[in-house]
């Protein structure tokens, strides 16, 4: 049976794209260390994320970006993302399709919400960990262009730190004016 597992990465920050996965596994090759992408360590994400990239049937990653996220919302952005990581694997046939979470995007399939997903069924699990990764990634890409932030230590969540160096440097052309803690600092500099 192959399933499709989707699964997003980056909802809580308050900066850059959000980022989501969709993986169909070979079933016939075992990655027993599969977990969701939060409860295993950086390390062990890197090697999981390329043994998955060498070994699944078909993958890809995709993003709704900080403009889609500041118009729509971060829930409707996440299931966006969803869809268009999932759209990328569509032409491979599968007998499910699973999404982390409670809410399902508008699919071209007949998809199912799992609560946990990311700790219970393996494409979703390897979902999670190539969202994270990628999503890690372009962090590293966005402290590169905006160094002051520290985007590659904190990530963009919400970190005292990040707090910080926001309320020092204002927002950056990255940060999700949406958010509460940067639209009040938004409102604060006017």
Known sequence: MLV???DEAGRGPLAGSVFAAAVILDMSRSLPELN???????KKREELFLVIQETAIAWAVAEATVAEIDQ????????LAMKRAFDKVSHVPCDDVCIDGSHCPNLS???RAV????????????????????????????HELYPQYDFVKHKGYPTKQHFLLLEKFGPSPVHRCSF?????????SC
């Open 4 to 6: 499709c597992g989707v």
């Open 36 to 42: 969701d992408s939060k409860k295993l360590p950086k």
């Open 72 to 79: 729509m919302n971060i829930l409707q952005a996440s299931l």
């Open 109 to 111: 399939t007949v998809c």
């Open 115 to 142: 609560v946990c997903g990311d700790a219970l069924i393996p494409a979703v699990s390897a979902a999670s960990i190539m969202a994270k990764v990628s999503r890690d990634h372009y962090c590293s890409v966005l």
């Open 180 to 188: 509460a803690p940067v639209k009040n600092l938004l409102k604060e």
